[in-house]
């Protein structure tokens, strides 16, 4: 699903609501949980799911086309953690 398919489908559901007000509603939402993890915290939303950072150490990698070896430095990377609600949903056709 795509942002634009998830703002139609929000603005279908809720009456008032009109598509620009909901993309509104929706940018709000990413760019709190972007900004929470810019400053190092976490975004939750309860019943899907949690946004944290996760640290990764500095490495020794391979550059494919020349096999030479490249030094990668320490990073934070984004990661997403499936709240229990989803995933029981997800896994209950199995």
Excluded: C
């Excluded at 008032?16 to 709190?32: N, P, R, Y």
């Excluded at 391979?62 to 990073?75: A, I, L, M, Y």
Aim: charged share 35%; net charge positive.
């Amino acid at each position: 699903m795509t942002k634009s398919v998830l703002i139609e489908k929000i603005a279908e559901k809720v009456e008032g609501l009109s598509k620009k007000q909901t993309e509104v509603v929706i940018e709000t939402i990413f760019d709190s949980v972007k900004d929470a993890l810019a400053k190092g915290g976490k975004g939750e939303i309860r019943g899907f799911g949690n946004f944290k950072l996760r640290s990764r150490n500095a490495r020794k990698a391979r550059n494919p086309k020349t096999g030479e070896g490249v030094d990668v430095p320490p990073k934070k990377v984004p990661y997403f953690k499936v709240g229990k609600e989803l995933r029981e949903m997800v896994n209950k056709n199995i």
